[in-house]
């Protein structure tokens, strides 16, 4: 087997990241847009699958638009459920194993402390639900699976909460910003660094170590408390910051419902595969010295809540 990996996805935060990953020597990648590899045309994503020798298929390509999924369920469903499983098929057939991306949001938030793989998903939104069901079809059309889920996805490529909270700081004086929800802000090129390890284990390995698990950058925090220290880091490198202040999701009224709980427990991947996620602080100041330019950041405290 060579070290061809095919990525679905091409755009995408975490295809991009990718496709700049520092992969071994010898390990080449091709990223596969949706115009050569539809989610939404089971009958066609087996091609690309069966166009080449690869020693892994990654999947990267979703239906991410949590609120608008609540409008569009059959488009979410088609994405997240049917093309993942015609995917997962066409990786069996062709006797390739899968990494596929999920997503906190399979859970409903409720758990006090941060969820395992063991815990039962239970998913509040469509978003969430079609996520869930395609990990559960893949789990059923392919044994060689790697399902990584991860939580608050962010990088200097795509739309996000990072870019997004940049753009809402250059417009306006004031942004309101759920205090409710917490989880763990992961950077794009860390979850790409956990795939290439993942990758290489797998080709190094007689028998793979298959199945469910969580990465994300390591730190709890709030989305509120996250945006203060992408504001306070931005207002360094030179950007005017706007006051933030705390709002709670039902005064925000998104569409989709959100786990206010989404803390993932990474314990498992770093006993099975040891990779051992660093903290979301740095990544973040990598992401906006790449957004905005670099400055010497005082990491030390950063990350602990504003007063209010
Ligand atoms: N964003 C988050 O906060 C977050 C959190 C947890 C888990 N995840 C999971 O991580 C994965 C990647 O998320 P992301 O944030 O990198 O996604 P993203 O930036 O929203 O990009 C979506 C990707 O899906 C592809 N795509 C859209 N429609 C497609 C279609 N019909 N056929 C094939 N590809 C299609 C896009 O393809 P093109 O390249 O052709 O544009 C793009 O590469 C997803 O599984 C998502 O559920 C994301």
């Not at 906190?104 to 938030?109: E, L, Q, T």
């Not at 990598?286 to 950041?297: I, K």
Request: aromatic share 6%.
């Amino acid at each position: 087997m060579s070290g061809q990996v095919l990525v679905i996805g091409r755009s995408g935060q975490i295809a991009t990241a990718l496709g700049n990953a520092s992969w071994p020597e010898g390990f080449t990648v091709t990223l596969c847009g949706r115009e050569t590899a539809d989610l939404r045309e089971p009958a066609e994503i087996g091609r690309p699958v069966a166009g080449g020798d690869w020693a892994a298929v990654v999947n990267a390509a979703a239906y991410t638009d949590v609120d608008r999924a609540e409008s569009e369920p059959q488009a979410a469903y088609a994405l997240n459920r049917d093309g993942p499983h015609a995917l997962a098929e066409a990786c069996k057939r062709a006797g390739r194993p899968l990494i596929h991306l999920s997503t906190d949001c399979v859970f409903d938030g409720s758990k006090a402390a941060p969820y395992t793989e063991d815990d039962p998903v239970k998913p509040i939104s469509v978003y969430g639900a079609s996520k869930a069901e395609g990990e559960d079809a893949i789990r059923t059309a392919l044994a060689e699976h790697v399902i990584l889920r991860t939580s608050w996805v962010f990088g200097a490529a795509g739309r996000n909460f990072v870019t997004t909270l940049l753009q809402s700081a250059r417009d306006r004086h004031e942004l309101g910003v759920v205090d409710d929800q917490h989880g763990c802000p992961t950077a794009a090129q860390d979850i790409a660094r956990a795939i290439v390890h993942i990758v290489a284990s797998l080709m190094s390995e007689t028998s793979g170590r298959f199945g469910t698990f969580h990465f994300a950058n390591r730190g709890a925090i709030s989305r509120y408390d996250f945006a203060c220290e992408i504001l306070r880091q931005a207002e360094l490198r030179g950007l005017a910051s706007p006051r933030a202040f705390p709002i709670s999701s039902a005064e925000r009224g998104s569409a989709a419902h959100r786990p206010l709980n989404s803390v993932l427990d990474t314990a498992r991947i770093e006993r099975i595969y040891g990779i051992k996620a660093r903290p979301w602080q740095p990544a973040l100041s990598e992401t906006l010295d790449t957004l905005l330019g670099g400055v010497t950041v005082q990491l030390e405290g950063a990350g602990v809540p504003r007063p209010r």
